[in-house]
């Protein structure tokens, strides 16, 4: 049998089918795509939003000495959807950008002293429709203990004032 040699179906074949590479982080997409200003201005409203519910978190409600874990994935590409995580003993926070390229909060409480003050920031844009709550399994505590012993020491913080 003859070998068929065709040196000019190479560039057609790259310029028709190129080999496509691996994504990057869904959230670089929805802020770089431009086919919707109104969805990439939401998203950073969403995230400036994520970032001052856990700054007051920090600054008022933990104390001296409480453990917490938090991790920016938004250039870890372990998680594709992953931007964000926070959790402490009393409250989960997380930022994920959607399939959809919407950036999407989850967040539980688990008997929270400073849970009325966190959803009253619920009631706003953008969190009023980007928050949503969850149920942690098999429950928060447990959840927690898990995430602390699970994740890197280099995640895990003990708070300081």
């Not at 998203?43 to 400036?48: A, G």
């Not at 959803?119 to 928060?140: G, M, S, T, V």
């Amino acid at each position: 049998m003859k070998e068929l040699k065709c040196h000019h179906a190479i560039p057609i074949i790259d310029t028709h089918f190129p080999i496509r590479r691996k994504p990057g982080k869904r959230w670089r997409i929805a802020q770089t795509r431009g086919t919707n200003p109104a969805q990439v201005r939401q998203n950073e409203c969403v995230e400036v939003s994520y970032n001052e519910v856990i700054k007051l978190v920090k600054a008022h409600h933990l104390q001296s000495g409480d453990v917490y874990f938090e991790k920016d994935s938004k250039h870890d590409f372990s998680q594709f959807l992953a931007m964000h995580s926070f959790i402490t003993p009393s409250f989960y926070w997380r930022l994920d950008c959607a399939a959809y390229y919407d950036f999407e909060i989850e967040f539980a409480f688990n008997n929270c002293s400073f849970e009325a003050e966190i959803r009253k920031l619920f009631r706003a844009f953008p969190l009023d429709r980007q928050a949503k709550e969850i149920q942690l399994k098999p429950n928060f505590t447990i959840f927690y203990k898990g995430v602390l012993t699970a994740q890197p020491a280099t995640l895990i913080f003990s708070f300081k004032r």
